[in-house]
């Protein structure tokens, strides 16, 4: 049985510090935007991030893109 991904969605994801716990561990936040879209270029969703970076009080840890994808059998 053939198997075909048909992509639904793309997000953008800004991994953020946001201090350190109780017993040492690092804590982060996700500030996620949503509705990328597909056809967008790595470089280009790099470009925004680092844009939006800009305009975040806390330091950025990590640049995510969440790809969804849905599995249809053909």
């Known amino acids: ?35 990328v879209k597909s056809a967008a270029l790595d470089e280009d969703i790099y470009a925004v991030a680092q844009t939006l970076i800009g305009l975040q009080d806390s330091d950025n840890v990590a640049v995510q893109r969440r790809d969804i994808f849905e599995l249809a059998s053909e």
Request: net charge positive; charged share 15%; hydrophobic share 45%.
């Open 1 to 35: 049985m053939a198997v075909t991904p048909i992509a639904v969605s793309r997000d953008l994801i800004l991994v953020m510090d946001n201090g350190v716990g109780v017993s040492g561990q690092p804590l982060t936040i996700n500030r996620t935007f949503k509705y």
